[in-house]
């Protein structure tokens, strides 16, 4: 399971969030984490649509006996909500 925090603050139309989350794992030569960061913003005209941008982090980081893997993806995004 990951654990993370989240929070968002509503302002008018608007919704500014953060949100951090990790997950760590050690097994039989596995050790390995990944987290992940992201703030947005989201303006939501009408109740169950919405337009949302942020930037986002997520870094994944692996070693498995002698074989290590790291990766990090990062950026802004946009996209659109419908929400129920």
């Known amino acids: 399971p990951r654990l993370g925090l989240q929070g968002s603050v509503p302002f008018g139309d608007f919704d500014f969030g953060v949100k951090i989350a990790g997950l760590y794992a050690e097994f039989k030569g596995f050790k390995g984490y990944t987290v992940e960061g992201d ?11 919405g337009l949302v941008g942020g930037y986002r982090v997520i870094t994944t980081d692996i070693k498995f006996n002698n074989d290590n893997f790291n990766l990090t993806f990062q950026g802004p995004y946009l996209g659109a909500e419908f929400r129920f």
Do not use: T
């Open 39 to 49: 703030a947005s913003i989201a303006w939501r005209p009408v109740r169950h649509f």
